[in-house]
């Protein structure tokens, strides 16, 4: 069974430091990854996702996330933080098979000091 | 383009009682999916339908139950309501049906069961 583990469940940086949330999945299989935000009062929104092909993935907002098989994780990062970027972060996972549901993982509150 | 939307934004019940939840996928979209964010708890899937069948279900008791209409849209039926269920319950949508594909969240409804 596929499961996402998100270490820290809340994360403080300062304005324009580096952002860094971790994500670990266990999957049999390459899967499907997926970073999402959540904003307060709002639904989910898609910032990057892994299918296949380059593992350093580029999403909106200037977020990134690099898949690494080896150390089955896909940690996103971000080189400045804005005050912004202040949500709810959840790392999914879901397999290749047409029925394959997403599993998110708990999820990681980021603060940003001014 | 009109997003996923939801209805009702919020919804009270008591203990008991039966409440039904609405989602409107993005147009063209066929997939509908339906999630429970309890507070501490992160996403739960709780279920898939696809061109009108369910296509996958999450580990919930048989009381939540949905469907969904030949337009695409679905509801989300929870029966004898109990007070765990008080939750931001989440329906998005995809184009297609494939574990890679994005989902697209509405805002919520948030359901207290009193």
């Known amino acids: 069974a596929q499961s996402v583990t998100q270490l820290g469940s809340h994360v403080s940086v300062s304005e324009g430091a580096l952002v860094l949330l971790r994500c670990n999945y266990s999957?049999?299989?390459?899967?499907?990854l997926f970073w999402y935000v959540q904003y307060p009062n709002q639904g989910l929104q898609l910032l990057l996702k892994y299918t296949t092909g380059a593992t350093l993935v580029k999403g909106i907002n200037g977020f990134e996330a690099e898949f690494k098989k080896s150390e089955t994780s896909f940690h996103l990062t971000k080189p400045s933080a804005h005050m912004s970027d202040a949500a709810e972060y959840f790392c999914a996972v879901s397999g290749k098979t047409s029925y394959d549901k997403v599993i998110f993982g708990p999820g990681t509150s980021l603060s940003v000091i001014p | 383009e009109a997003g996923v939307t939801q209805s009702p934004t919020h919804l009270i019940k008591t203990r008991g009682q039966q409440a039904t939840l609405r989602c409107s996928p993005i147009?063209?979209?066929?997939?509908v999916y339906w999630y429970q964010q309890a507070l501490g708890l992160g996403l739960q899937f709780l279920l898939w339908y696809d061109e009108g069948e369910e296509r996958n279900r999450g580990n919930f008791p048989p009381r939540f139950s949905g469907r969904q209409f030949p337009n695409y849209s679905s509801e989300l039926n929870v029966n004898a309501l109990e007070l765990e269920d008080s939750a931001l319950y989440l329906c998005a949508s995809s184009l297609f049906l494939a574990g890679g594909d994005t989902q697209y969240f509405g805002p919520g409804t948030r359901l207290t069961v009193l």
């Open positions: 999957s049999s299989v390459p899967p499907y």
């Open positions: 147009s063209g979209h066929t997939s």
